[in-house]
C-alpha cells in the first residue's frame, strides 16, 4: 500500500512540530497544519500544506506536538467528540499521558510518543519515535509514522512512551554533564575540549557495551564485582574531587557521584559491582 496518500495533520508549529508537518510534505502525504500563530504555517502552505483553522478542522492520522500537558489538553478539548487517531508527540509525565489517552479512547484512539531526534533529522535515518499505546493502533499507523523517522513500540499503557523518554533524557543529560563537566577540568589545565573528543568517544561505546551486562544485574538483583567494586571506584571518584577543587573548577556534579557511591558503599555495597548504586537512585 502506498502510505504516502494518508492524510496526516500537524497540530502545533514550533520548531519541531513545523519538522514533523515538513518530513510529512516530502514524503506526499496531504498534510493539514494548525499552529495559534498562524502565521508559521507560511512556508509549510506554500510547500502544499493546507492551514487548518481550528484544531476541529484537522484530518486523517492527527499529531500533536505542542509546548507541554496544559497545551495538548487544550488541542484536544479543540479537537471535540469526532472519532480520531491521535498521536502525541509532546513531551509529557505518564500520568499525564494516560489521561489523555482516556479523553481520547472514548471516541477515537491515543497513542503517546517521544521523537529520539534533533528537528533536522526528522524524517531520516537518524530519527526515532518511542510509542506507546494499543499494538493495532500502532500498527494500523506504523507506516505513516514511519514517515518521522523508526519506530519502537514499548507497550500497550500510553504511559510507557514517557517513562522510557525521562530514562533516556536522563541518560543523555548525564552523558552530555560528564563531558561538560570534564571540558572544564580540561579547560582549567590548559586542554582544549576538541582534543578529547576521540577519547570521549571511545568512552562512550566502552559503557555502551556494558549495558547488557548492568541491566541483566539489575534485574535479577545481583551485582558481582566482575570489572572492580564500588570501593575502587571510590578512590578514582576522590581523586576527581580533588583534582577539581585544586583547579577551582565546582564540585557539585563529581561530589554527587561521589557521595552516592559512599551511601553505596556504607550501605554494604562497597564490594559489589557498580549496577548496586541503582538501589541509591530508587531511595528516598
Known amino acids: 500500500m502506498n502510505t504516502a496518500t494518508n492524510p496526516v495533520t500537524v497540530l ?9 508537518a515538513a518530513a510529512f510534505l516530502r514524503a506526499g502525504h496531504p498534510t493539514t497544519v494548525w499552529n495559534r500563530t498562524l502565521a508559521k504555517a507560511d512556508d509549510l502552505v506554500a510547500q502544499g500544506a493546507t492551514l487548518a483553522a481550528t484544531p ?12 507541554d ?3 495538548v489538553r487544550s488541542v484536544l478539548d479543540a479537537l471535540g467528540d469526532a472519532g480520531r487517531a491521535v498521536v502525541n508527540l509532546t513531551s509529557v509525565t505518564p500520568t499525564h499521558a494516560r489521561e489523555f489517552a482516556t479523553k481520547v479512547n472514548q471516541r477515537g484512539a491515543y497513542l503517546d510518543g517521544g521523537i529520539l531526534a534533533v528537528p533536522d533529522a526528522v524524517g531520516t535515518a537518524d530519527a526515532a519515535l518511542v510509542l506507546s499505546g494499543p499494538r493495532a493502533v500502532y500498527d494500523e499507523h506504523e507506516a505513516t509514522l514511519a514517515t518521522l523517522g523508526a519506530g519502537l513500540h514499548v507497550g500497550d499503557d500510553p504511559g510507557l512512551s514517557a517513562t522510557h523518554e525521562q530514562a533516556g533524557l536522563l541518560l543523555m543529560w548525564s552523558m552530555l554533564n560528564g563531558f561538560l563537566n570534564g571540558a572544564a577540568i580540561l579547560g582549567a589545565s590548559g586542554v582544549p575540549a576538541a582534543a578529547s573528543v576521540p577519547f570521549a568517544k571511545m568512552m562512550i561505546d566502552s559503557v555502551a557495551d556494558w549495558l547488557p ?10 551485582y558481582p564485582a566482575d570489572d572492580g567494586t564500588i570501593d575502587t571506584h571510590l578512590v578514582s571518584m576522590a581523586n576527581v574531587v580533588e583534582e577539581s577543587e585544586a583547579l577551582g573548577v565546582p564540585t557539585e556534579l563529581s561530589g554527587l557521584i561521589k557521595a552516592l557511591a559512599e551511601r553505596a558503599s556504607a550501605a554494604g555495597h562497597g564490594g559489589s559491582g557498580y549496577p548496586a548504586l541503582v538501589e541509591q537512585f530508587g531511595k528516598s
Open 69 to 71: 500537558h496544559h497545551a
Open 213 to 222: 551486562r548492568y541491566a541483566d544485574q539489575i534485574d535479577r538483583g545481583t
Open 56 to 67: 476541529a478542522d484537522a484530518t486523517g492520522l492527527v499529531v500533536i506536538c505542542v509546548s
Open 12 to 20: 502545533g508549529l514550533g520548531q519541531m512540530g513545523h519538522a514533523l
